[in-house]
């Protein structure tokens, strides 16, 4: 029901900026909550940082004081600029929603395809 798109990934050397973008379509008012993970290869996909639909932030140590999420509700866009890059930041970053499914109160998940992101030395 809802469809979550990503972009804004690359290739930047350590210590520069990119901004993801997520753009969400469908069934958007059932979202309570949207963040960012990201995965390398062997390892298991890991939350970067969320926000709930009051605005609450959420961040992983490693990236607290380097990246922001925020919302744009009139666009129904999720974004996250990242900041001072390290190289250890490279792996795919996910788009997630968390969906409200039932009148009971049940949740769901939706991801984007991901894009991906590169921070050379």
């Known amino acids: 029901q809802v469809q979550l798109v990503e972009s804004g990934g690359g290739l930047v050397q350590a210590g520069g900026s990119l901004r993801l973008s997520c753009a969400a379509s469908?069934?958007?008012?059932?979202?309570?909550?949207m963040g960012w993970y990201r995965q390398t290869p062997g390892k298991e996909r890991e939350l970067v940082a969320d926000?709930?639909?009051?605005?609450?932030?959420n961040y992983a140590d490693s990236v607290k004081g380097r990246f922001t999420i925020s919302r744009d509700n009139a666009k129904n866009t999720l974004y996250l600029q990242m900041n001072s890059l390290k190289p250890g930041d490279t792996a795919v970053y996910y788009c997630?929603?968390?969906?409200?499914?039932?009148?009971?109160?049940?949740?769901?998940?939706?991801w984007g395809q991901g894009t991906q992101v590169t921070v050379s030395s």
């Open positions: 997630h929603g968390e969906r409200i499914i039932n009148i009971e109160g049940a949740t769901g998940h939706s």
């Open positions: 469908g069934d958007i008012i059932c979202i309570s909550a």
């Open positions: 926000i709930t639909s009051l605005g609450s932030t």
